[in-house]
Nanobody, 126 residues
Framework: QVQLVESGGGLVQAGDSLRLSCTAS????????MGWFRQAPGKEREFVVG????????DYADHAKGRFTISRNNAKMTVDLQMNSLKPEETAVYYC???????????????????WGQGTQVTVSS
């Protein structure tokens, strides 16, 4: 049984930093590209950043470039998201996801991902 468990969400003020973590189990982690998405109330799920199986390729959404950093540890089966200079409009549930990949690309669409975590709430106050 595949499980993705996120942690690290919480309430912060605008301009603060937060680090999210995702721990995977039940899959061959190195076979999967990993992604972070977010979903605010009343909005569609939005791509934040993804990292390839071997961590060579990373793709950031424009809104995340320069402020967010993704990393993965295949031995520990974890993927982390460091978020700096957070803004109130980034309040959302943040989801970790896994996409089974033959190559080393980074999918950007939710439909490309096979497994999802339960999400962790990030609230940024102004």
């Amino acid at each position: 049984q595949v499980q993705l468990v996120e942690s690290g969400g919480g309430l912060v003020q605008a301009g603060d930093s937060l680090r999210l973590s995702c721990t995977a189990s039940g899959l061959t982690f190195s076979d999967y590209a990993m992604g972070w998405f977010r979903q605010a109330p009343g909005k569609e799920r939005e791509f934040v950043v993804g990292i390839s199986r071997n961590a060579i390729s990373i793709d950031y959404a424009d809104h995340a470039k320069g402020r967010f950093t993704i990393s993965r540890n295949n031995a520990k089966m974890t993927v982390d998201l460091q978020m700096n200079s957070l803004k109130p409009e980034e309040t959302a549930v943040y989801y970790c996801s896994a996409a089974n990949m033959a190559g080393f690309g980074v999918p950007k669409y939710p439909r490309s991902y096979n497994f999802w975590g339960q999400g962790t709430q990030v609230t940024v106050s102004s």
